[in-house]
């Protein structure tokens, strides 16, 4: 099972940047990604990344705003948030699959702590 530690959440202003990261342990990583989860909303597909290609994916809501990248060696993802808004305010949640793409929530067991994202407007 993997083990997955949020990091790098906070305040933020609209139109402010934030870079969240997520380290993994415990299984070999093939891919990874994030969700995030606003109160009283399901938790929604953000982006994923392969551990082995260029692939990535995005949600609608975020993309041209939201990188994802990884560093292989420490087994982390990265999420740059760019130009945020009041609607990205969420908990958001790393993970990791067995193949990239664009994910449902229902298909994953387990999940981290998550990191508070708060966007100000």
């Known amino acids: 099972q993997v083990h997955l530690v949020e990091s790098g959440g906070g305040l933020v202003q609209a139109g402010g940047s934030l870079r969240l990261s997520c380290a993994a342990s415990?299984?070999?990583?093939?891919?990874m990604g994030w969700f995030r989860q606003a109160p009283g909303k399901e938790r929604e597909f953000v982006a994923s990344i392969s551990w082995y290609d260029t692939s990535t994916y995005y949600g609608d809501s975020v993309k041209g705003r939201f990188t994802i990248s990884r560093a292989n060696t420490l087994n982390t993802v990265y999420l740059q948030m760019n130009s945020l808004k009041p609607e990205d305010t969420a908990v958001y949640y790393c993970n990791a699959a067995d193949v990239v793409g664009i994910w449902a929530a229902d298909n994953f067991g387990s999940w981290g702590q998550g990191t508070q994202v708060t966007v100000s407007s």
């Open positions: 415990g299984r070999t990583v093939y891919a």
